[in-house]
């Protein structure tokens, strides 16, 4: 189980109000564009400097479905690089097919921009490209990455 936020753009909120996910499926048609949050390692999608970002994109008219990995905040499982993967595609695919001619785009920071790219790259493949990706601070290599990061430190040390 995923747990994933719809948050509508600004100009929708009041009409969401107290509508129920058949509401929020359909307003995924309404010609706003659409970002899939992908998050960094650290926190969960609750996180303050998270929701400040998803506060600005609802204000630029965005929708923004924030998902959270598993084994991060209310989802369940063990985050797994193909694990992490399946999952952005799937919510990608899910999002896509409900969305019309909206765009849909995979939005990655830090850690996400490798989920984001590992997702672009997997349906590319499948003959179904991304509408756009955009990387917020993405790291180079998974050696400049772990430096950064405690319990990757490990790992690259065991390897």
Partial sequence: MLGIWHTV??????????????W????????????V???????????????????VLSDG???????DYRG????????TEEGLTTDAICVYEWTKARSGITPVCLW????????ATNAAKVLEE???PVDAIV?????TNMWVASINYPLLKVSAQMA
Avoid at 37 to 55: I, M, P, Q, T, W
């Fill in 9 to 22: 753009p600004s100009c929708r909120g009041e009409d969401a109000k107290g509508k129920d996910c058949c």
């Fill in 24 to 35: 929020y499926e359909a307003a995924l048609r309404d010609g706003n564009p659409i970002i």
């Fill in 37 to 55: 949050y992908l998050h960094g390692s650290a926190e969960h999608r609750a996180a303050s400097h998270r929701l400040k970002l998803v506060k």
């Fill in 61 to 67: 008219g965005f929708h923004v479905l924030s998902v």
């Fill in 72 to 79: 991060f905040g209310d989802s369940t499982g063990k985050p």
């Fill in 108 to 115: 990655g920071h830090s850690l996400g921009t490798g989920v």
């Fill in 126 to 128: 499948k003959g179904c």
């Fill in 135 to 139: 990387l917020e601070a993405p790291f």
